[in-house]
């Protein structure tokens, strides 16, 4: 069987309530993909890191694996810390194929998506101003 994963990576907080939007979103793609293997992973100060979700993924029999960074721009850690990490992950699983896709940040919907978000702003301040 040639299952497909997905591991949602994040960077990573002290405080727990910081990752609660990228919860969302993994379970928002659970639900969209009921038979889909997703995991969230961190690069750091959170659990799981990226070589465990893959692990726990190489055990479900994953042989094809995305690796989605949940971040907005490429900057250092991902120019050059997670390419590191992902070939790691070749070297320890080479039997499973790990894509790393751009970055979420550099997808058109997500920057329309923020856009909007943005203009909603705009608009509830001026509504703020009218009253």
């Not at 990228?22 to 969230?40: D, I, K, T």
Request: aromatic content about 4%; hydrophobic content about 55%.
């Amino acid at each position: 069987m040639n299952r497909c994963g997905l591991i949602l990576f994040a960077h990573g907080s002290r405080d727990p309530l910081w990752a609660e939007p990228f919860e969302a979103v993994a379970a928002q793609v659970c639900a969209a993909r009921p038979h889909a293997q997703v995991r969230l992973a961190y690069l750091e100060l959170m659990a799981p890191s990226l070589a465990e979700a893959a692990a726990q993924l190489c055990a479900a029999g994953c042989r094809s694996v995305a690796v989605l960074p949940l971040f907005l721009g490429r900057g250092a850690h991902l120019k050059r810390d997670l390419p590191r990490q992902v070939q790691a992950l070749h070297t320890a699983h080479p039997q499973v194929h790990f894509r790393l896709c751009a970055a979420a940040g550099e997808h058109a919907a997500l920057v329309a998506a923020m856009a909007a978000v943005a203009a909603q702003a705009l608009d509830d301040g001026a509504k703020d101003d009218a009253r």
